[in-house]
């Protein structure tokens, strides 16, 4: 009986669940519960919210199971902790770092070059649970790429390597890490600035099902479910791809997921919207997911303060600093708090501006205007989202954002230039929110059932 | 093994393109891996490129008159990064004026520079000379 389904997530702050009617073909938002998350059990809050919104008793849910499917996101332990270690910052490293975001990953250490018995210390004190191991296109670079190997698979590292470097040297370097938990993919960069991300994507969602779901009740979960979660970014990414393939008209957009700890930043356009500048480095793909772990409302409002402070051009519209600086202080003491005087409320949306601001901005690509014997040209280098005409803001705290000139004012705060290079950010783009907080419950859904993205897009409201 | 790879590309603010696809397209055609970076490149660019592709040899073009400028150095930052080995190549308008070629070579030269030509070097006298360079470095073709 598939005319009802529920579709959950667990881990961030909340968790919250929706359940669907599926009669008119797509999915129809019958009840929505969401409870704070129960860290230290995930079973505890999320057996909640399914119980509820199945309006039966916890244990009734437990033994007599529903019937009704839960397709379910978790971002347990703050979202899939990945280390890179590549060879070159500006082309494999960089690479790796695209591959880690694009598939849901949380980036806890990079590493170039060459690997010391230090270094790899520094690595496992990050607590990765998963190395991603690139460097070399293939046929190309291979002496410390075998030596990165070596050191790791000689480390006390106990958790698994993703290797997605030289190809050509695949097995000698399966050899050296035949100690650990090692799975070989074909070359992220196998000719020198393309990426190949999807292998290598596809390999750590597997490694978040095979390995990373043991944790704090998520096999419970898995239990009574019946089914394995997705990790909560991977899942955003499908709807984000999907509405992509499938909902043209909808156009290039940006989307920006806020959370208390970190700032999510979809860009789904082309690397390049000016056919007259040269692009300089690596081509960035198509659907670009970055991920800002110190640009946050909450549990990250002291580092965003001093983001802030460092990078504002211009104080119209800013209240005084030190009030900004007391009241990120207190929320951070206090990460559930919400405002409640009419100060406090601006304070937020200060911080809620900047956030997005800085997320995008260091999202985006720059262009640096040089003088050649052939007159002025403009130099690229990352992704231009100065065409992009869509906003759309989801989140907590974004849900609830209705400040509609809120892209105009961040303009005059920080300015578009970072010394003299102009940051290619979306100039006027039309903001849409998704005001009922959905997509995370849309995500998981996708591939599932039909429709999803049509749903989706039709619950944002334009600001 | 793969066949050898070359890093190919114009240095500095220099966007003349037409002769750097003509090399991109002979040597490709000669059976070389080409990783032809294009117009505006920098020192480190080519160096990054040729690390990572593990290249024996570096390309250099410069059309535009500043190529003395922008070449200095690229052997020494060669040599930071443990690519003390690699072959230097630079050819094209590499000097204002009209100097003889055989001044600009020793100047080139004198810079680390392998190999100098100048804007009507023969390419297949070029390739010759390539597979020689590359045999005494100990790869076979």
Redesign the interface.
């Known amino acids: 009986m598939k005319d009802r389904v529920i579709s959950l997530d667990t881990g961030s702050t909340w968790t919250k669940g929706a359940l669907w009617s599926l009669d008119g073909g797509k999915p129809e938002l019958k009840s929505y519960f969401r409870t704070p998350t129960t860290t230290a059990n995930l079973a505890d809050g999320a057996l909640s919210v399914a119980s509820h919104l199945c309006s039966v008793s916890r244990e009734d849910y437990i033994k007599n199971h529903t019937g009704i499917p839960v397709f379910w996101t978790s971002s347990a332990k703050g979202g899939l902790a990945i280390a890179v270690v590549g060879?070159?910052p500006?082309?494999?490293v960089e690479l790796g770092r695209l591959a880690a975001w694009g598939s849901g990953g949380r980036i806890t250490k990079v590493w170039p070059w060459v690997l010391t018995n230090q270094h790899m210390d520094e690595i496992i004190a990050s607590k990765p649970d998963i190395i991603l191991l690139t460097?070399?296109?293939?046929?190309?670079?291979?002496k410390n790429v075998i030596h990165n190997a070596r050191i790791i698979g000689e480390s006390t590292y106990d958790a698994s390597v993703i290797y997605a470097g030289n190809s050509?040297i695949a097995s000698e370097v399966e050899k050296l890490l035949e100690t650990k938990r090692c799975t070989v993919v074909p070359n992220l960069?196998p000719?020198?600035?393309t990426i190949n991300e999807v292998p290598c994507q596809l390999a750590i969602r597997q490694e978040f099902l095979d390995n990373i779901v043991e944790g704090r009740g998520l096999l419970q979960l898995v239990d009574v479910f019946g089914r394995k979660p997705l990790p909560t970014p991977s899942a955003m990414l499908n709807l984000v791809t999907t509405i992509n393939e499938k909902c043209p008209d909808f156009g290039d957009f940006t989307l920006i997921d806020m959370g208390g700890a970190t700032t999510d930043v979809y860009s789904i356009c082309p690397a390049q919207s000016d056919d007259s500048v040269?692009l300089?480095?690596i081509t960035e793909p198509l659907i670009k997911r970055s991920v800002e772990g110190d640009l946050g409302m909450r549990v990250s409002a002291r580092s965003l303060w001093e983001v802030i402070v460092k990078s504002m051009k211009s104080a119209t519209g800013l209240p005084s600093l030190e009030q900004l600086k007391e009241w990120t202080e207190h929320v951070l003491e206090n990460t559930e708090l919400l405002p409640v005087t009419h100060t406090e409320g601006d304070l937020d949306r200060i911080l809620a501006v900047s956030a997005l601001w800085h997320s995008v901005a260091r999202h985006s690509g720059r262009i640096e205007q040089?003088?050649?014997?052939?007159g002025k040209?403009g130099?690229q280098r990352g992704k231009d989202l100065r065409k992009i005409a869509k906003v759309v803001l989801t989140g907590g705290w974004l849900a609830r954002f209705s400040n509609k000139n809120f892209w105009s004012q961040a303009r005059e705060i920080f300015g578009c230039f970072e010394n003299d290079k102009e940051i290619l950010i979306p100039e006027k783009p039309d903001v849409f929110t998704d005001a009922e907080y959905l997509w995370p419950l849309f995500a998981p859904l996708v591939g599932e059932i039909p429709m999803v993205e049509q749903a989706a897009l039709k619950a944002l409201i334009k600001r | 093994?793969?066949?050898i790879?070359i890093v190919l590309g114009v240095i500095g603010?220099?966007?003349h393109s037409v002769g750097n696809k003509i090399l991109e397209h002979f040597f490709t055609e000669k059976g070389y891996?080409v990783?032809n970076?294009?117009?505006?490149?920098?020192q480190?660019?080519f160096i990054?490129?040729a690390?990572?592709?593990?290249?024996p040899i570096i390309m250099v073009s410069s059309l535009?008159?500043h190529g003395e400028i922008d070449c200095a150095g690229l052997r020494e930052k060669c040599i930071e990064k443990g690519l003390e080995d690699i072959l230097l190549y630079v050819g094209g308008n590499l000097v204002v004026g009209k100097t003889p070629l055989e001044q600009v070579e020793s100047k080139f030269r004198k810079m680390g520079y392998d190999r100098v030509f100048g804007p009507d070097a023969d390419l297949e006298a070029v390739d010759s000379i390539l597979r020689v360079d590359l045999k005494e470095k100990g790869f076979s073709l």
């Open positions: 060879l070159v500006d082309l494999s460097g070399g296109t293939d046929g190309g670079h291979e050509y960069m000719d020198l600035g040269i300089r480095g040089v003088w050649t014997s052939n040209v130099v | 093994m793969g066949n790879n603010f220099d966007c891996s990783h970076l294009g117009v505006m490149v920098s480190e660019e990054n490129a690390i990572e592709t593990a290249a535009y008159g």
